[in-house]
T-cell receptor
């Protein structure tokens, strides 16, 4: 079993929809949780970063962490075609700048 | 502007050959990482370094090696390339502070025939 599980999709939604992306994990030592966005043939870029449990909001994006359930989510409100990308969750024991364990990524397409 | 670059961007090689992928960052970051990305597996850590002369094995290090002789560079060497090493390779760097992000390079697409 992988340490981090992520539904690979693909996920296709109409413009303006609310998107929910999720990951589950098995290592209870993970303390730092991240979401990266990766456009086709590009390197990943950090989208959201959360320490421990709770919610964090940044514009149209909200990250949630539930450590008791070992479950993290990323919500995208009012989705746009420019949000079409692969979204990777990542987790770390020692901080976001240290070793990261990634999910397999969810490919999202937002249709105009 | 500071950046992280990888070369070559595309490489085709034959089984058994030694291959070196270059990674260069101009942020003066202490931490550098090599990942490979394959369908269904996401990004998997190959090797990482927290400073000059420091190297550590990641999840999928067999068949790969790295050396860190200066802050800016972390070359990745495939000692004897195998078809299973056909992948997209990403280099990343970070400053090392808690809460800091890893900055990724554009990737190298390697095909081993």
């Amino acid at each position: 079993q992988k340490e981090v599980e992520q539904d690979p999709g693909p996920l296709s939604v109409p413009e303006g929809a609310i998107v929910s992306l999720n990951c589950t994990y098995s290592n209870s030592a993970f303390q730092y949780f991240m979401w990266y966005r990766q456009y086709s043939r590009k390197g990943p870029e950090l989208l959201m970063y959360t320490y421990s449990s709770g919610n964090k909001e940044d514009g149209r994006f909200t990250a949630q962490v539930d450590k008791s359930s070992k479950y993290i989510s990323l919500f995208i409100r009012d989705s746009q075609p420019s949000d079409s990308a692969t979204y990777l969750c990542a987790m770390s024991v020692g901080g976001s700048a240290r070793q990261l364990t990634f999910g397999s990524g969810t490919q999202l397409t937002v249709l105009p | 502007d500071a950046e992280i670059t990888q070369s070559p961007r595309h490489k085709i090689t034959e089984t058994g050959r030694q291959v070196t992928l270059a990674c260069h960052q101009t942020w003066n970051h202490n931490n550098m990482f090599w990942y490979r990305q394959d369908l269904g597996h996401g990004l998997r850590l190959i090797h990482y370094s927290y400073g000059v002369q420091d190297t550590n094995k990641g999840e999928v290090s067999d068949g790969y090696s790295v050396s860190r002789s200066n802050t800016e560079d972390l070359p990745l060497t495939l000692e004897s390339a195998a078809s299973s090493q056909t992948s997209v390779y990403f280099c990343a760097s970070s400053e090392g502070l808690v809460g800091d992000t890893q900055y990724f390079g554009p990737g190298t697409r390697l095909t081993v025939l």
